[in-house]
């Protein structure tokens, strides 16, 4: 459970939720219907599934092109105009079944549509589930940058159904397990050695070491958003490895060069090196994040990103224009250890690049 209040909520998370989505979803209807928003990928494997879930409970469907490119303002526009076609009202909920693009849009959706309404998270990315359909973060992207038109509205439920994480494709999978790790990394040691010992038949596909890996994560996400729903302060913690990830992401122009989970890996790695270099934690730790992320054949360094980057202080700047900037300062989630990371206000700009520049250095 979120504790939250008035906006408190339940993240459920098993094997074959979808199927009984019906019995799950039916408390919080007011009349037996639904509106449900997904992406064509997502439409082809899962719909009829949820169809079939709900069983008498009226469902329309609106199936989106797959992809980052779908969180704009053309296919928000699309869906709201959809959304109202249908005649949602405010005591009606809209479903989000798809991956991260899916959940932050329809989310968005349902914060503006006739001012509120209630929204349910179905997420069916390893990403999702452990991360962006928890904590009431929606929006969709600007031609000025991801992420920066949006709204808090918290979903009134979350089903993380384990048993759809068995179609996603297989480096998907593991762009997820990237945030896996920095909940780790961030704030329980205890995890990181657990996901060190499962890890890899995790991503092999044992859906009990799946769902302890889910569960954790969001029971750790769902600890820190109650502390700060609006990221006034420690919610800033989710976001290590964050700062590195958005000036590659960017570099990369959003592209399959680097998906979101494979930077926030390599942002965590850097970010582990970045410390240890300002003396505040010992080498090993950087070396057991690099050699924990190689055994899962996952990428770790800048070395790792295929084609070209720019190089190290075009990769600053692209960090100074990240949001994580107060008054001009690089802010940086930082750690003394494995497990315990804290927010630094001010870190020297020289080490950052330095770091930078070895790393390039190491390109093939
Ligand atoms: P995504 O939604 O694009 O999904 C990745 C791909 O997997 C898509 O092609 C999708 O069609 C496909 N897919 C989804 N579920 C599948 C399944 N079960 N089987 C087969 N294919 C499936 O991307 P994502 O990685 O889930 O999410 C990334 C987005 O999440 C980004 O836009 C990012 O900004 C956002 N995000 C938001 C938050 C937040 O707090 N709101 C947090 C982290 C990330
Ligand atoms: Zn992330």
Redesign the pocket.
């Known amino acids: 459970r979120v504790e939250l209040g008035a906006r408190a909520y339940d993240v459920r998370i098993g094997q074959g939720l979808l199927a009984r989505a019906g019995a799950e979803i039916a408390p919080l209807l007011k009349r037996r219907r639904v509106a449900v928003l997904t ?1 064509e ?2 439409a082809g ?2 719909l009829d599934s949820l169809r079939d879930g709900l069983g008498d409970i009226a469902m329309t469907a609106l199936a989106l092109p ?3 490119a779908t ?1 704009g303002w053309p296919q928000f526009s699309r869906a709201v105009d959809w959304l109202l076609s249908e005649k949602v009202e405010r005591r009606d909920i809209v479903i989000a079944l ?7 849009l329809a989310g968005f959706a349902a914060a503006i549509l006739r001012r509120g309404v209630r929204f349910v998270q179905i997420p ?2 390893l ?2 589930q452990v ?2 359909s928890v ?1 009431g ?2 929006g969709i992207n600007s031609v000025h940058g ?2 920066l038109i949006g709204a808090f509205h918290q979903p009134a439920l979350v089903l993380a159904d384990i048993g ?2 068995d ?3 297989g480096r ?1 999978f593991l ?2 397990y990237g ?1 896996v790790v920095k909940y780790g990394l961030l704030g329980d040691a205890a995890f990181f050695d657990w996901l060190e010992g499962n890890g890899p038949a995790l991503a092999r596909g044992d859906a009990g070491l799946r769902q302890h890996a889910v569960r954790r994560s969001v029971e750790m996400k769902a600890r820190i958003v109650e502390r700060d729903e609006t990221e006034e302060g420690d919610r800033a913690l989710l976001n290590l490895g964050h700062t590195f990830c958005h000036a590659l992401e960017t570099a990369t122009g959003y592209s399959a060069r680097l ?3 494979e930077g926030v890996a390599i942002g965590c790695a850097l970010a582990f090196e970045l410390s240890q270099r300002l003396g505040l934690c010992a080498q090993e730790a950087p070396s057991r994040v690099r050699a924990h992320l190689r055994a899962m054949g996952m990428k770790c360094d800048l070395a790792d990103i295929p084609g070209d980057l720019p190089d190290a202080d075009a990769l600053l700047a692209l960090m100074a224009q990240d949001k994580k900037v107060l008054d001009g300062k690089l802010r940086f989630i930082l750690a003394r250890g494995i497990g315990e990371a804290f927010v630094a206000g001010d870190v020297d700009t020289a080490t950052v690049r330095a770091l930078l520049q070895d790393a390039l250095s190491m390109r093939p």
């Open positions: 992406d990928t997502v494997l899962h797959a992809g980052e969180k798809g991956g991260g693009v899916i959940g932050d069916t990315t990403l999702a991360d962006s904590g973060k929606t991801k992420n759809v994480l179609t996603l494709p998907d762009s997820g945030e998906l979101h989970g």
